[in-house]
């Protein structure tokens, strides 16, 4: 079992819909919770983090995360043909010892969303 | 501007040839990585460089060779091609990489996807 699963779709929904993008882990030490998109044939970009479990929204964006299930979720409301993208989860753990401690990231393999008009 | 760039975008080559790519970062950022993302699109973190200071060496090949020749700037030297090197390779940069801000998060710049046949 990968530490961080996440469904490589392709999900395919009308404009306007609601989407939930999923991530489920098993390194209970993970802290840091994160959203990239990816546009085909260009680098991630963070959309959002949160620390710890909650609920962050921005704008269109609501990002929740239960660390006692182990489960991640990035809601997008009103989709737009412009989500249409790669979204990766990513996760990080203090890792290291002492001032060299860094928290390098394990990114899920990411779910192709696709918005049509 | 491009935060991150790294060259070539492509690269197409034999196996058993020597080949590099460089990247820039002119955010000002501490430290850069590179990433590699294989066929099935898992993010993987080979190296990390800290202010031209190696951080991190993940397992890969002793092919794989970084260089920082100063902290903006930092290439991957890969000798002997083989097939299973076909990937696209990110380079990124964060700052202040001891004590992770994650709000800043990773800057990846576009890739370079690389062909060995």
């Known amino acids: 079992q990968k530490e961080v699963e996440q469904d490589p779709g392709p999900l395919s929904v009308p404009e306007g819909a609601i989407v939930s993008l999923n991530c489920t882990y098993s390194?209970?030490?993970?802290?840091?919770f994160m959203w990239y998109r990816q546009y085909s044939r260009k680098g991630p970009e963070l959309l959002m983090y949160?620390?710890?479990?909650g609920n962050k929204e921005d704008g269109r964006f609501t990002a929740q995360v239960d660390k006692s299930s182990k489960y991640i979720s990035l809601f997008i409301r009103d989709s737009q043909p412009s989500d249409s993208a790669t979204y990766l989860c990513?996760?990080?753990?203090?890792?290291?010892?002492?001032?060299?401690?860094?928290?390098?990231?394990?990114f899920g393999r990411g779910t192709s969303l696709i918005v049509h008009p | 501007d491009t935060a991150v760039s790294q060259t070539p975008k492509y690269l197409v080559t034999q196996m058993g040839n020597d080949k590099s790519i460089k990247c820039e970062q002119n955010?000002?950022?501490?430290?850069m990585y590179w990433y590699k993302q294989d066929s099935k699109k898992f993010l993987k973190i080979m190296f990390s460089y800290n202010n031209k200071e190696l951080i991190i060496n993940e397992t890969v090949p002793n092919r794989f060779s970084p260089k920082s020749p100063d902290k903006a700037h930092l290439n991957l030297h890969i000798n002997s091609l083989e097939l299973g090197d076909s990937a696209v390779y990110f380079c990124?940069?964060?700052?202040?990489?001891?004590?992770?801000?994650?709000?800043?998060?990773?800057?990846f710049g576009s890739g370079t996807r690389l062909t060995v046949v």
């Open positions: 955010l000002g950022h501490d430290t």
């Open positions: 390194n209970s030490a993970f802290q840091y």
């Open positions: 949160t620390y710890s479990s």
């Open positions: 990513a996760m990080s753990a203090l890792a290291g010892a002492g001032t060299r401690g860094s928290y390098i990231p394990t």
């Open positions: 990124a940069s964060s700052q202040d990489e001891f004590r992770l801000k994650m709000w800043d998060g990773y800057t």
